[in-house]
Protein backbone atom coordinates (compact mmCIF):
# COMPACT_ATOMS: atom_id res chain seq x y z
CA UNK A 1 0.00 0.00 0.00
CA UNK A 2 2.50 2.40 0.80
CA UNK A 3 4.73 1.74 -2.52
CA UNK A 4 1.50 2.34 -4.52
CA UNK A 5 0.99 5.61 -2.73
CA UNK A 6 4.73 6.47 -3.38
CA UNK A 7 4.40 6.17 -6.94
CA UNK A 8 1.12 7.90 -7.11
CA UNK A 9 3.16 10.62 -5.72
CA UNK A 10 6.25 10.25 -7.71
CA UNK A 11 8.15 9.84 -4.56
CA UNK A 12 11.42 7.27 -4.45
CA UNK A 13 11.02 5.93 -1.28
CA UNK A 14 13.26 3.16 0.13
CA UNK A 15 11.91 -0.23 1.30
CA UNK A 16 13.67 0.51 4.49
CA UNK A 17 11.25 3.09 5.63
CA UNK A 18 8.35 1.75 4.15
CA UNK A 19 7.16 -0.01 7.09
CA UNK A 20 7.82 3.20 9.48
CA UNK A 21 5.89 5.59 7.17
CA UNK A 22 3.01 2.42 6.87
CA UNK A 23 2.82 3.05 11.04
CA UNK A 24 2.32 6.79 10.63
CA UNK A 25 -0.48 6.48 8.23
CA UNK A 26 -2.04 4.41 10.50
CA UNK A 27 -1.91 6.72 12.56
CA UNK A 28 -3.26 9.14 10.41
CA UNK A 29 -6.33 6.94 9.47
CA UNK A 30 -6.80 5.88 13.66
CA UNK A 31 -7.28 9.70 14.19
CA UNK A 32 -10.23 11.19 11.12
CA UNK A 33 -11.54 7.60 12.13
CA UNK A 34 -12.00 8.66 16.10
CA UNK A 35 -13.07 12.39 14.60
CA UNK A 36 -15.45 10.50 12.47
CA UNK A 37 -17.56 9.13 15.64
CA UNK A 38 -17.79 12.10 17.90
CA UNK A 39 -21.07 13.33 17.87
CA UNK A 40 -22.02 16.18 15.50
CA UNK A 41 -25.86 16.85 16.15
CA UNK A 42 -25.08 19.35 18.33
CA UNK A 43 -22.56 21.41 16.17
CA UNK A 44 -24.23 24.27 13.85
CA UNK A 45 -24.42 23.61 10.26
CA UNK A 46 -22.68 27.26 9.73
CA UNK A 47 -20.19 27.84 12.47
CA UNK A 48 -20.61 31.88 13.06
CA UNK A 49 -18.08 33.73 11.35
CA UNK A 50 -14.80 35.30 12.90
CA UNK A 51 -15.01 38.55 14.97
CA UNK A 52 -13.50 41.49 13.19
CA UNK A 53 -9.89 41.37 13.84
CA UNK A 54 -10.03 45.39 14.63
CA UNK A 55 -8.02 47.04 11.86
CA UNK A 56 -8.54 50.53 11.47
CA UNK A 57 -10.56 51.66 8.34
CA UNK A 58 -9.22 52.24 4.92
CA UNK A 59 -8.45 55.90 4.49
CA UNK A 60 -7.04 57.04 1.44
CA UNK A 61 -4.40 59.69 2.42
CA UNK A 62 -2.07 62.65 0.88
CA UNK A 63 0.70 60.09 -0.99
CA UNK A 64 4.67 60.65 0.28
CA UNK A 65 6.64 62.86 -2.06
CA UNK A 66 8.77 60.57 -4.49
CA UNK A 67 12.04 61.99 -2.76
CA UNK A 68 10.87 60.50 0.55
CA UNK A 69 9.67 57.53 -1.27
CA UNK A 70 13.02 56.64 -3.15
CA UNK A 71 15.42 57.63 0.09
CA UNK A 72 16.16 54.55 0.58
CA UNK A 73 16.61 52.75 -2.26
CA UNK A 74 20.29 52.44 -4.30
CA UNK A 75 18.47 52.75 -7.54
CA UNK A 76 15.81 54.41 -9.06
CA UNK A 77 14.42 55.87 -12.95
CA UNK A 78 11.76 58.47 -12.92
CA UNK A 79 8.97 56.95 -10.19
CA UNK A 80 9.99 53.60 -10.26
CA UNK A 81 12.30 51.40 -8.54
CA UNK A 82 15.11 49.52 -10.53
CA UNK A 83 15.77 45.95 -9.13
CA UNK A 84 18.36 43.75 -10.25
CA UNK A 85 16.93 40.93 -12.60
CA UNK A 86 16.25 37.32 -10.71
CA UNK A 87 14.68 35.30 -14.33
CA UNK A 88 17.55 34.70 -16.60
CA UNK A 89 16.03 35.17 -20.27
Known amino acids: MVQNLADLARL ?3 V ?3 AALLLRLQRIVL ?3 TLRQLPT ?3 PANPPALPPLGL ?3 VAEQ ?3 LA ?3 ANTRHHAAAA ?3 PRVVDA
Open 16 to 18: ERQ
Open 56 to 58: RPD
Open 63 to 65: ALP
Open 68 to 70: QVF
Open 12 to 14: HLP
Open 41 to 43: EQA
Open 31 to 33: AFD
Open 81 to 83: FVV
